[in-house]
């Protein structure tokens, strides 16, 4: 029940904040960003005011139209090179013991990049308000829900037994076939794009959001917590909620890139 009503509330704050205005989305996905940024420094042990400074300052560039593109882009493309060199480690199985000079890069590159492209989706062209940022989250939350319910009535298989247990493969599809089909019903909300667009789309989200859910689940098992905080109730903390969007948001923004120049 409280997990339930919890998890309406943070999805009616970021769907209801897009409706309002750019900038009421934008100051939304800061906060909720920033908290999930301090809860992943404390994961690390990296106590250090500068990434919430620094990601305050991108935040603040990118919504006045300062923000260099050369930032822009090499920010992009370190960001996703961290995000695949997690996946790296994750799949051969690798510690995520890092030297202190390497959490510096790995908030920056991994946490605050993805925050800020969190943001910068709100800047994405789209044929309505928010419309790029609003699907994106909506075909995570329909891959990751979908995932949980298909695992948990017919869950057999693991999908990664050593790093989360509860996940199997038949959530996995369960929930690819969701969003799939979501993006299918999206498509008609988006005349803009071509007919693949978004199916191209749910599997990037397909892939990245799980490796997302995975890579967070990885970080708390080797700092021995359970969750990441506790500010949202049945949930965790907001690193715990935003794990998959935060681990996508990279992928969908060089996506939409390229879709762009081949369209």
Not at 77 to 85: E, Q, S
Not at 90 to 111: E, I, N, R, W
Not at 143 to 154: E, P
């Amino acid at each position: 029940m409280v997990r339930g009503f919890s998890g309406l509330l943070y999805v009616a704050i970021i769907v209801s904040s897009a409706l309002f205005s750019n900038l009421a989305l934008i100051i939304v996905l800061f906060i909720f960003s920033a908290l999930a940024l301090f809860e992943f420094q404390r994961l690390l042990h990296y106590k250090s005011p500068v990434p919430l400074l620094f990601f305050g300052l991108l935040a603040y560039q990118f919504y006045t139209g300062k923000l260099n593109n050369t930032l822009h882009y090499g920010l992009l493309a370190l960001g996703i090179f961290t995000n695949i060199l997690l996946a790296f480690l994750l799949v051969k199985k690798k510690s995520f013991d890092f030297a202190p000079f390497q959490k510096s890069g790995l908030t920056l590159f991994y946490l605050i990049s993805s925050g800020y492209f969190i943001i910068a989706s709100t800047a994405m062209e789209s044929s309505w308000m928010n419309g790029i940022t609003l699907s994106m989250y909506f075909l995570i939350w329909t891959n990751n829900s979908f995932a949980y319910l298909f695992g948990k009535k017919w869950g057999k298989n693991s999908l990664f037994p050593e790093v989360s247990p509860k996940k199997t493969w038949e959530g996995f599809w369960g929930g690819a076939l969701a969003c799939f089909l979501l993006s299918l019903v999206l498509l008609n909300f988006h005349k803009e794009f071509k007919i693949w667009v978004f199916p191209l789309l749910a599997l990037i989200i397909i892939i990245a959001s799980t490796l997302g859910d995975l890579i967070q689940s990885k970080f708390k098992r080797e700092a021995n917590v359970k969750d990441s905080g506790s500010l949202i109730p049945g949930h965790g903390g907001f690193y715990d909620r935003m794990d998959s969007v935060l681990y996508t948001a990279p992928f969908v923004n060089l996506f939409l890139i390229i879709v762009h120049y081949v369209s």
